[in-house]
């Protein structure tokens, strides 16, 4: 339940997780609850509360924080309060005679009316209608037109879907067998192999018992398509929230779930900790996809904790994707899921071919190789669709002086600015920092400024030089960063004219682009020798995920992978074998080498404006580690060691097992902020962590 309790001069929300019949402190130390703003709701179920309850024991992290993480914005906040339940409109008499008037001078009020004469509509029927809907509803119910009543659960009303492949079927029997009980299905199969329709079935038969569903979905792939597809197939508008909406909407779509009016939410991340009292299946799609983690402050895994929601309900949860990551891979692998694959692509369209092309010595323009453009070339003559992916968007990566070799790097981080060329800007992908690009070297005052290196927005302009006949659609965040804008560019991909796509992982997720049938990936080699041990792993997902996109109708899709490492082991089994292969290979090595998902790690990150500090922390904290069998490491500075201007450093704690690890970091985490160092620094614990 929240509270509002006075802290210092101010108010503040607190929500009540526990009643305790004594206190550590004295009474008279203790601060009275001043209002309970939600009267008798609670804004936690029982079940909510004990998933958060692990979460900040699993994760180490402020109790508070995690409970508030799982609320929608606005009640964190002294003002927000939990709104009455929502409501539908419906004709009365009055209004049905209204209706077989002509409409008259006031357009909007008669479309208002139009849209119930079927039946009652909700606010998010009408809110399409008009700007000012909210507005003409209100004269509508002034007027005695319409009435307003506490809306009903939206009624499924399935429209039939494609017959079932075997795959498919078996897919839907084995999940709906495990209804009712905690069971952890890994559906593998590439885009386009038929995974929607999968859940699109499973979820049909919960809905019709009258339970509630959760999909997730990362924050790339929640695009109005897919929600419509949901909605025309179960013929009702499932709830969707993620952290786009505003405020209100987001609490809405909270108060929907809470009360069970919403039979299917759709969200990002943080949907995950909606309270829905009868959720029945969680369905995780794209699992590998790394906005499942939270990247800062409460750094929680979705797919972990939805696994743990789903055991603690004793539902099935399912795990969608084409690439599994490691961690389900190995599970799967291990039998603790069952692993259901889709093999067929569900529309009949083959496996796109791989062509790998060695770009040692090859002529390069623009950072496309001459035989990739003619290619690309070749696509365009048949009159058929062409996509070049590059994961690296603006003008290109850094700016430099051919005189005197001055390049501009970031003054707050690791990082050098990228020369966006159209807005004349040099920017910090890592902190938002830029500014105007020089005219002249700030060094030695040369007019010989110039980019080294490709970006997406390089490509568009080269591409539209060679050729000037095509439309080019560039796909990337400074291109689309009006709303909408996503939607009008692939609804002119989806015309079938021919064209040519430039983008960075934007286009690899999720969007089906039938007849593109070439795709050219620019560039994946960083990947092949980084640092990082997942980078050969989220390199293999990406260029499944963008050859996804080649020939996925009836046309036949060729892939070229440009690359100065043609002989590079994990590739040459990604392309011979197959991602299952690759995966396999990869577990291998990180067993050999004693890294996740075979052993367990959490990382101790601190950051401060002074280096000294932040080693003095993590120094102090090594000490301090109690001795059993996880190892700490380091201090190791992090791989970009300053960012936003700080410096950032940690410490490795890794076991062989999950209970080690958390045996170890119980007996340590609690002592950290007693530590003489740890007033100057900002530190964190990450368990799980996926970035260093
Ligand atoms: P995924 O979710 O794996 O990307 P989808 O479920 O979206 O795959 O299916 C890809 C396309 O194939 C969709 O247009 C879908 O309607 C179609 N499809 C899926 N299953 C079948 C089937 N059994 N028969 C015919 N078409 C199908
Ligand atoms: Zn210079
Ligand atoms: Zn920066």
């Known amino acids: 339940m929240r509270v509002l309790v006075p802290f210092g001069r101010r108010k503040m929300v607190g929500v009540v997780v526990e009643i305790a019949d004594k206190s550590e402190l004295p009474l008279e130390k203790l601060s009275k609850v001043e209002a309970y703003p939600d ?70 009020q008669y479309r208002l009316l139009e849209e119930m004469r079927e039946g009652a509509a909700t606010d998010s029927q009408l809110r399409k209608l008009a700007s000012t809907w ?103 508008e499932p709830v969707v929230t993620h952290s786009g909406l505003s405020e209100g909407q987001r609490l809405a779509a909270w108060a929907m779930a809470k009360s069970g009016l919403a039979r299917l939410v759709i969200g990002t991340r943080s949907a995950l900790f909606l309270p829905l009292p009868d959720l029945q299946l969680i369905i995780l799609d794209e699992e590998h996809d790394a906005s499942f983690k939270q990247q800062d402050g409460f750094r929680y895994s979705s797919r972990d904790v939805a696994v743990k929601r789903a055991a603690g309900l004793g539902v099935p949860v399912v795990l969608g994707t084409a690439t599994p990551s490691l961690e389900t891979f190995n599970n799967a692998a291990a039998d603790r899921y069952s692993w259901h694959r889709l093999r067929q692509r569900a529309t009949g369209a083959a496996e796109p071919r791989w062509r790998v092309l060695d770009l040692c010595q090859q002529t390069m323009k623009g950072g496309i190789s001459s035989v990739a453009m003619e290619a690309i070339g070749e696509t365009l003559a048949k009159r058929e669709q062409a996509l070049v992916f590059l994961n690296r968007r603006g003008y290109a990566p850094v700016i430099l002086c051919h005189e005197c070799g001055w390049h501009a790097a970031c003054q707050r981080c690791d990082a050098n600015l990228t020369w966006h060329k159209g807005s004349n800007r040099l920017l910090c992908h890592h902190c938002d920092s830029g500014m105007r690009v020089p005219v002249m070297c700030p060094e030695c005052n040369a007019d010989a400024l110039q980019g080294a ?86 390199m293999g997902q990406l260029m499944v995920q963008v050859a996804g996109r080649a020939g996925r109708d009836r046309l036949p899709g060729e892939v070229i992978l440009q690359t100065h490492y043609p002989q590079h082991e994990a590739l040459l089994v990604l392309l011979q074998s197959g991602y299952e292969a690759f995966a396999a290979d990869l577990s291998a090595d990180r067993q050999a080498a004693c890294l996740p998902p075979f052993t367990y790690q959490a990382l101790l990150r601190s950051d401060a404006h002074d280096k000294n500090d932040v080693r003095a922390f993590l120094n102090q904290a090594k000490q301090i580690f109690p001795t059993g069998e996880a190892m700490v490491y380091g201090p190791f500075p992090a791989m970009m060691e300053r960012r936003s201007g700080r410096t950032r450093w940690y410490l490795l ?19 950290l902020n007693k530590l003489p160092a740890a007033r100057k620094v900002r530190w964190s614990v990450d368990v799980d962590p996926q970035d260093y």
């Open 134 to 236: 909210r507005k003409t509803l209100a004269r509508l119910l002034e007027q005695d037109w319409i009435r307003s009543e506490t809306q009903e659960p939206a009624q499924l009303n399935p429209a039939p879907g494609p017959v079932l492949l075997d795959e498919q079927q078996a897919a839907v029997t084995a999940i709906s067998d495990s209804l009712g009980n905690f069971h952890c299905h890994l559906l593998d199969g590439v885009t386009g192999s038929g995974k929607t329709e999968v859940y699109l079935c499973v979820l049909e038969q919960i809905l019709q018992q009258g339970g509630q569903a959760l999909l997730l979905v990362p924050e790339i792939g929640l695009t109005p398509q897919l929600v419509s597809r949901f909605q025309k197939r179960l013929g009702f």
């Open 653 to 671: 704690v890794q076991a062989d097992t999950r209970s080690l690890l958390h045996r170890q970091l119980d007996g340590w985490v609690p002592y």
């Open 39 to 108: 009267a008798e709701q609670l804004v936690l179920t029982g079940e909510t509360l004990e998933l958060l309850n692990w979460c900040w024991r699993y994760y180490k992290h402020a109790p508070g924080e995690v409970v508030f993480n799982a609320l929608p914005p606005l009640l964190r906040k002294v003002e927000g309060v939990i709104p009455p339940l929502p409501v539908q409109y419906s004709l009365t008499a009055a209004g049905g005679k209204r209706l077989q008037e002509p409409p008259g001078r006031i357009k909007a």
């Open 453 to 538: 290196g490709e970006g997406t927005e390089q490509l568009e302009q080269m591409l539209a030089s060679v050729f000037p006949e095509t439309p080019l659609l560039r796909f990337d965040r400074d291109a689309v960063r009006k709303k909408g804008e996503f939607d009008r560019l692939s609804d002119q991909v989806k015309t079938g004219e021919s064209c040519l796509l430039v983008g960075t992982q934007m286009l690899a997720k999720g969007h089906h682009f039938p007849q593109v049938t070439l795709v050219v990936i620019v560039n994946l080699d960083q990947a092949l020798y980084s640092a990082d041990f997942r980078a050969l792993e989220r």
